[in-house]
Structure formats: C-alpha cells, structure tokens
C-alpha cells in the first residue's frame, strides 16, 4: 500500500529554520504534484505549497520568501526548508501527493500522518 510519511518537525524559536522531509513509500507507477499543508490550533487545514512533477511551484502568501518546497522524483520526496519561522507557522504539516500506484491503474490522492511543527516566541 503507498503512504507518505513525514518526519523533521519540533520546536524551535522564532526566527529559526527547520526542514521538513515528506517520503512515498510503496509500489508507486508514478506520482504528479505533491505539497505540504498545515492546520494550527483552532483553525482548518490550509494550502502552505506545491510542487508539480517538473519542478512548478506555488506558495501561500504567508509563506512566500520564507518557505522554500522542493523534491526528489529518484526517492519520492519531498521538502519544505522553513526559514525565518514566525509563532503563526506553528501546525501540525501535512504532505499530500497525487499518485498512481503500480497495483491500481488509477489516480489517488493521498496524506500523511503529519508532523508538529511549534514556534515559540
């Protein structure tokens, strides 16, 4: 079964970097965009960024210039390099990705577990 399974969350100070890794593990035929998005405390989940399978890349306004999402397709992964980390970033971070499971033939969305991301001021 394909999963994607975060790791790289804590608790760090304002102004600090963290780096998020987001692995797909499975038999996987292929796997189009992938993304991170968190949801804080008392809030719903949100779109924090994208990245297409040939690299395009979207950002929430409230991360652009600070967060930074990258992949790579040989390990299935993604990134989130997270600088400049303000106490509003704190959330628990999804990944998602659209794939395509070897076994399946059929397109699926699916989510991590997520990790706990928490900025203290």
Same mark, same amino acid.
């Given at each position: 079964?394909?999963?994607?399974?975060?790791?790289? !969350?804590?608790?760090? %100070? &304002?102004?600090?970097?963290? #780096?998020?890794?987001? *692995?797909?593990?499975? +038999?996987?035929?292929?796997? $189009?965009?992938? !993304?991170?998005?968190? %949801? &804080?405390?008392?809030?719903? #989940?949100?779109?924090? *960024?994208?990245?297409? +399978?040939?690299?395009?890349? $979207?950002?929430?306004?409230?991360?652009?210039?600070?967060?930074?999402?990258? #992949?790579?397709?040989?390990?299935?992964?993604?990134?989130?390099?997270?600088?400049?980390?303000?106490?509003?970033?704190?959330?628990?971070?999804?990944?998602?990705?659209?794939?395509?499971?070897?076994?399946?033939?059929?397109?699926?969305?699916?989510?991590?577990?997520?990790?706990?991301?928490?900025?203290?001021?």
């Amino acid at each position: 079964q394909v999963q994607l399974v975060e790791s790289g !969350g804590g608790l760090v %100070q &304002a102004e600090e970097s963290l #780096r998020l890794s987001c *692995a797909a593990s499975g +038999s996987i035929l292929s796997i $189009n965009t992938m !993304g991170w998005y968190r %949801q &804080a405390p008392g809030k719903q #989940r949100e779109l924090v *960024a994208t990245i297409k +399978s040939g690299g395009g890349t $979207n950002y929430a306004d409230s991360v652009k210039g600070r967060f930074t999402i990258s #992949r790579d397709n040989a390990k299935n992964t993604v990134y989130l390099q997270m600088n400049s980390l303000k106490p509003e970033d704190t959330a628990v971070y999804y990944c998602n990705a659209g794939v395509i499971p070897t076994s399946q033939y059929r397109y699926l969305e699916i989510w991590g577990q997520g990790t706990l991301v928490t900025v203290s001021s």
